[in-house]
């Protein structure tokens, strides 16, 4: 098969802080070693790998180093990793919206991207005006687009407000919008980052849907970012893993999955103190904040089917009003899936600023697999209903093994479509 997408030795590197290199001297020698020489530039020989964590000693990061790989003509190829590894420069240096530091992207085709909310998009024209203008940049003719914009209406969902200014949209309509014309005027590569987040449960059905008949049915290209484990499980055949600008890891999806989510373990961390980048994605008024999280297990990567999950949080209260409070703790698979939720009883709230609050979950039937744990604090009251006060996520990590040689032997071969749950309370007789 035809290959669709090349990267050769790809680098992307950024300087940190200033745009310049800080020197008019500096300035006038790079203009002359690249301009008028022809030659690398001087001040891009320093860096570092991508470690957003750290500060790092140099100016210079590689959001991308040493890229190599290829897609086949017709592939689905899940780009998976953490925030920060390098998967949207990736597509973004696909798409041509920037250049490579170094190597060569060879392409086969037409490319349509949506890589965030709103690209491509001019607030001030309308959605068909839009849809016009995206067509022509990807080199259609007016006819084409004009055969094609019936489909792109009814697909978006959008078609009341589709001579509306694009700057009145919602997030979501927006998204609909351009995944519709990204998918619709028939380019060779799709290229889709996490923007499908943004729609809601019915419109990521679909547009999944839609991916899938344009690589099967069609034999078209997709590229597709995303931390649903569950929407790149469907949707790819094969995987790619990025950590720190680098490709860690390519093969199936399945494999791909299974190596990210087993580094995700491996790599945790026993104690977390919460940060609002990695930890929270949504604005709550925190009267009752978590500020740190651990886990009291001694192996939090083999633990058995029956042990007890012990957790301690430490929280502070920011808010001398508040008098009670409860506390949750979900468990959610690699898939995105909320394995099991627990609620605390209401709590009066200590006078203090600083207090700990130590969570055992025993008989959590959780079958063999790698959790992620979830918490969250509020008081749910008669008369104004539930009011969160906090919510983290991502925060500690946990594997879970079989409990006996005898659940070992009996489940050896555990398939995910048996679920996450081992629920060994059942009395089985034979008579």
């Not at 539930?386 to 594997?399: A, E, W």
Request: hydrophobic residues 35%.
């Amino acid at each position: 098969m035809a290959t669709a997408i090349e990267f050769e030795n790809i680098s992307k590197q950024y300087r940190l802080g200033l745009v310049s290199t800080g020197t008019l001297s500096h300035d006038l020698n790079r203009f002359w070693q690249t301009k008028i020489l022809r030659r690398e530039d001087p001040y891009l020989k320093v860096g570092e790998t991508n470690d957003r964590a750290s500060k790092g000693n140099s100016d210079y990061v590689w959001a991308l180093k040493d890229i190599n790989f290829k897609v086949e003509q017709g592939d689905v190829v899940g780009i998976i990793g953490r925030n920060g590894a390098g998967k949207s420069t990736l597509l973004k240096l696909l798409s041509r919206v920037t250049a490579p530091t170094t190597g060569i992207i060879r392409t086969k085709g037409r490319i349509a991207s949506l890589l965030e909310v709103g690209t491509g998009f001019h607030p001030e024209m309308t959605g068909r005006e839009n849809i016009y203008m995206n067509g022509a940049i990807m080199g259609m003719t007016r006819a084409e687009i004009s055969r094609k914009l019936d489909e792109i209406v009814d697909f978006s969902g959008c078609e009341r407000y589709l001579d509306t200014p694009v700057k009145r949209y919602s997030s979501g309509m927006t998204v609909r919008l351009g995944f519709a014309i990204a998918a619709h005027l028939e380019p060779e590569i799709l290229v889709v980052d996490e923007v499908l987040a943004v729609g809601d449960a019915e419109f990521q059905k679909k547009a999944i849907g839609k991916m899938q008949d344009v690589s099967r049915g069609e034999g078209r290209t997709v590229l597709f970012v995303s931390h649903n484990m569950g929407a790149v499980r469907n949707l790819c055949k094969t995987g790619i893993v990025l950590n720190q600008g680098q490709v860690a890891f390519e093969g199936s999806a399945e494999e791909a999955i299974g190596f990210y989510t087993n580094s995700n373990v491996h790599n945790c961390a026993r104690k977390v103190l919460i940060n609002d980048r990695d930890h929270r994605d949504c604005i709550l008024p925190k009267d009752l904040e978590f500020i740190e999280a651990e886990m009291l297990n001694d192996d939090i990567e083999h633990l058995a089917t029956d042990e007890p999950l012990e957790f301690r949080v430490k929280l502070k209260r920011n808010n001398p009003t508040i008098k009670k409070f409860t506390i949750g703790m979900h468990a959610v698979s690699m898939s995105g899936s909320c394995e099991f939720t627990t609620a605390s009883p209401i709590f009066d709230c200590p006078n203090r600023e600083f207090f700990d609050i130590n969570i055992s979950v025993k008989n959590h039937s959780l079958a063999k697999g790698n959790y992620k744990i979830y918490f969250n604090t509020g008081i749910k009251d008669v008369a104004h209903g539930t009011t969160d006060y906090d919510i983290i996520k991502n925060v500690l990590f946990c594997q879970i093994f079989y409990k006996s040689q005898i659940t070992k032997d009996a489940y050896s071969g555990w398939q995910n479509g048996w679920g996450n749950h081992y629920i060994d309370s059942v009395d089985y007789r034979l008579d």
